[in-house]
């Protein structure tokens, strides 16, 4: 997300009385969880929602979620729900 985007949909959610619950991004040639860098950038203490593909084929994504506290991931369990 560009920066001032970002910043503008902050405000907005701000503004509408919502808070930010979590980030997420793909990482479409692995690996399934944060890394390095995503945790040294981490701005902001909320789930981080992961998307990667599954299985060596490419065609199934999973989603995994993580909170990062003190410098280590923690596995969130995701629930998804059709309503």
Do not use: K
Not at 58 to 69: C, D, K
């Amino acid at each position: 997300m560009e920066p001032v985007e970002q910043v503008r949909a902050l405000h907005w959610m701000e503004a509408n009385g919502l808070d930010l619950l979590a980030i997420f991004h793909s990482h479409p040639t692995g690996p399934e969880a944060l890394s390095a860098t995503d945790i040294a950038e981490a701005a902001y203490e909320v789930v981080q929602i992961i998307w990667s593909h599954s299985n060596p084929s490419g065609r199934t994504w999973q989603a995994r979620g993580f909170r990062i506290e003190n410098g280590r991931l923690l596995d969130v369990e995701l629930e998804f729900t059709d309503g």
